[in-house]
């Protein structure tokens, strides 16, 4: 069995306490007035030093690290097992719904053809399907509903037919038990969302945002794609693969900045920023 749902919220939890921590100590020796602007420079270099071993081993365990530097691709990580754990779920729930061997399904089918072309309405295909009709062939009607508007050739009655075969099928199909793996999936997609929200929080807090960034949280910030409700993929980095010529300029765009697509700053975490200490004097070394 895989990563549970649950414990990727706690260490997702547990990652977002630490950033949050690390600002609000941070924003507390800044305005410590009985502090000297050395003592406060030496007091926040260690903070930060601190935090960002902490944050790179969390977001590792998370969503991993890259190992083969020629691929540049992510391996490990508990958020992985999680959603993986979550699709199979919803794969096993479906198969166990779908009973019905799918050569039986097939077979059944040339005996619905016959069926088709022997009765001559709408209605008297209802009541066979209804009260004659085995499950397989049931199943193949409804998996090849078009059939019924070819041999009838549209019409209200068709299609409020062909509208009760498709919610015959999807009521047949949708168990508790897809439903309930559904819903996990769904959970599971939220907490990676989350997992990445404070990924990028840890990038812009520890400098390691740009799209050519290096380390453990920039691999991970690069390095992860989400597709749609479970689905997330392993990206490429370009930072570990690309190899630019000795003296060969690299493609302004590619030195800049990442967006962030997840997250959102608070006005405190902007000031912890690299390069954005709320006090001039005060800069991260």
Same mark, same amino acid.
């Given at each position: 069995?895989g990563?549970?749902v649950?414990?990727v919220?706690a260490?997702?939890k547990?990652?977002? /306490?630490? #950033?949050? &921590?690390?600002?609000?100590d %941070? ?11 050395? $003592?406060k420079?030496?007091r926040?270099?260690?903070?930060r ?5 902490s944050?790179?081993a969390a977001?590792?365990r ?9 691929s540049?691709?992510?391996e490990?990580g508990?958020a992985?097992e999680?959603?993986e ?16 061997e799918p050569?039986?399904?097939m077979?059944a089918?040339?005996?619905?053809? /016959?069926v #088709?072309? &022997?009765?001559?309405?709408? %209605?008297e295909l209802n009541?066979w ?6 499950? $397989?062939?049931?199943?193949a009607?409804?998996?090849n509903s078009?059939?019924v508007g070819?041999?009838?050739?549209g019409?209200p009655?068709?299609i409020?037919?062909?509208i009760?075969?498709e919610?015959?099928?999807?009521d047949?199909?949708e168990t ?8 996990n999936?769904?959970?599971a ?6 997992a ?11 400098g ?5 960034a290096g380390?453990?949280i ?18 490429a980095?370009p930072?570990v ?6 003296d060969e ?8 900045v990442?967006?962030?697509?997840f997250?959102?700053?608070t ?19």
């Amino acid at each position: 069995m895989g990563t549970s749902v649950n414990a990727v919220k706690a260490q997702v939890k547990s990652l977002e /306490s630490l #950033l949050t &921590r690390f600002v609000r100590d %941070s924003e507390a020796v800044i305005h410590d007035a009985d502090l000297s602007q050395k $003592a406060k420079a030496d007091r926040l270099r260690e903070l930060r030093d601190n935090m960002t071993r902490s944050a790179e081993a969390a977001v590792v365990r998370l969503w991993g690290s890259i190992q083969d530097k020629t691929s540049g691709v992510l391996e490990g990580g508990t958020a992985w097992e999680m959603l993986e754990d979550a699709v199979q779920r919803v794969r096993k729930a479906r198969d166990n719904a779908e009973w019905l061997e799918p050569d039986e399904v097939m077979l059944a089918k040339d005996h619905v053809l /016959s069926v #088709l072309g &022997r009765l001559g309405s709408v %209605s008297e295909l209802n009541d066979w399907y209804e009260l004659a009709a085995t499950s $397989a062939e049931r199943r193949a009607l409804q998996l090849n509903s078009r059939l019924v508007g070819e041999r009838f050739q549209g019409g209200p009655d068709v299609i409020g037919f062909v509208i009760k075969l498709e919610h015959d099928l999807k009521d047949e199909l949708e168990t508790d038990e897809v439903k309930a793996a559904r819903q996990n999936l769904v959970i599971a997609d939220t907490v990676a969302i989350l997992a990445m929200r404070q990924v990028e929080r840890a990038a812009n807090l520890t400098g390691a945002a740009g799209f050519l960034a290096g380390g453990p949280i920039a691999d991970v910030l690069n390095g992860v794609q989400r597709e749609g409700v479970g689905r997330w993929k392993k990206l490429a980095n370009p930072a570990v693969i690309l190899q630019p010529k000795e003296d060969e300029p690299l493609d302004e765009a590619l030195s800049e900045v990442q967006k962030g697509s997840f997250a959102t700053l608070t006005d405190a975490e902007k000031r912890m920023t690299l390069g954005h200490s709320p006090d001039a004097t005060v800069q991260w070394l």
